[in-house]
């Protein structure tokens, strides 16, 4: 069956790879990607690019119109550490962009939608280890409130009126490809890459600061994964917790250390501690793997040798 999809936020961490691998998929001319810039070489030259602003209700919908979108993926995001810095301009990137394509999806004007969601939405109150799929959720950064917020009108609109809209709560994401956005997780990508052109790493968490992370490879194919499942399969419309792996700068530093015994790290916490601390420390998925059969391919040791081979190729 052929398929018209909409990346918006194309250019950003998840959506240049996203965007590549849904063209590998369903072929370049059926995934017309989007975003206020330009992105990068392999992105531009693969398939169609629209300019456009995912808060412009009106130019989205004729993209929407002139493309006949069957299925938006709405990545453009503001992200923890960024958003911390612009509230207000952070919350309504994230809700107003959310709105206009679950409205689009009411008036039947698209099908189906991915929208993120994120380990951010739970808050200190949060139980930490194997944080359960519902749980009490009282998030302390804006990211974290825009979210909680997304999944819970995801989950309206899905129940008033029939939307059909898939969710992931993505825990931190490591990839060799694209530069990270803001997050507060950013740090597992640079160490990576300080630790071949430095040597050494100074890093913004403490070293037990433990959080959930996964490798690109397996946040794409759980997205993938997710909206291919049938959609009586689909038992929650709000978010699906997703997990692979949770470890802290401690651990990944000794396991860069097998690879490069030389490697140094030093621990300069900053305002993304408390970001940090406000996390679950791991995650349970047990959901996801029961009703579409998640399970994740990547753990540290896989993700480390991944990243350092292909950063230094």
């Known amino acids: 069956m052929h398929k018209s999809i909409l990346i918006l936020g194309a250019c950003g961490q998840i959506g240049t790879e996203l965007t590549l691998n849904l063209r590998e998929t369903y072929g370049n001319e059926s995934v017309i990607a989007s975003d206020i810039r330009e992105g990068n070489e392999n992105l531009m030259d693969s398939g169609s690019f629209e300019l456009l602003d995912a808060t ?8 929407i119109a002139y493309y006949e979108i069957d299925e938006v993926y709405l990545m453009a995001a503001m992200l923890s550490a960024t958003a911390e810095k612009f509230p207000e301009r952070a919350w309504n990137l994230n809700m ?14 698209i099908k189906r939608i991915f929208w993120p969601s994120s380990i951010a939405v739970f808050g200190p109150s949060t139980p930490k280890t194997n944080t359960p799929q519902n749980t009490i ?38 990839s060799w490809k694209t530069q990270p956005g803001g997050g507060t997780t950013d740090y597992a990508v640079e160490i990576y890459h300080k630790a071949l052109t430095e040597g050494a790493y100074s890093c913004f968490l403490n070293k037990d600061t433990k959080l959930p992370m996964m490798f690109m490879d397996d946040a794409i194919r759980a997205t993938q994964q997710l909206m291919a499942t049938d959609m009586e399969k689909i038992g929650i419309r709000s978010s699906y917790n997703l997990s692979a792996m949770s470890f802290s700068p401690k651990e990944i530093a000794q396991n860069i250390k097998e690879h490069i015994p030389e490697f140094e790290i030093f621990y300069e916490p900053d305002f993304r501690q408390a970001i940090a601390d406000s996390w679950p420390n791991s995650i349970d998925d047990s959901q996801a793997r029961k009703d579409w ?16 081979g292909n950063l230094k190729a």
Not at 96 to 109: I, Y
Request: hydrophobic content about 35%.
């Open 293 to 308: 059969g998640w399970k994740p391919l990547f753990d540290l040791n896989k993700t480390t040798k991944d990243m350092l």
């Open 96 to 109: 107003n962009s959310l709105f206009n394509v679950l409205n689009l999806a009411k008036d039947k004007k």
């Open 56 to 63: 412009d209700y009106d130019a989205l919908e004729e993209v």
């Open 137 to 174: 959720m009282e998030p302390s950064t804006v990211y974290g409130i825009s979210k909680q917020s997304g999944e819970r009108w995801c989950n309206y609109y899905h129940h008033k009126f029939g939307v059909d809209v898939r969710s992931l709560r993505y825990p931190g994401l490591i």
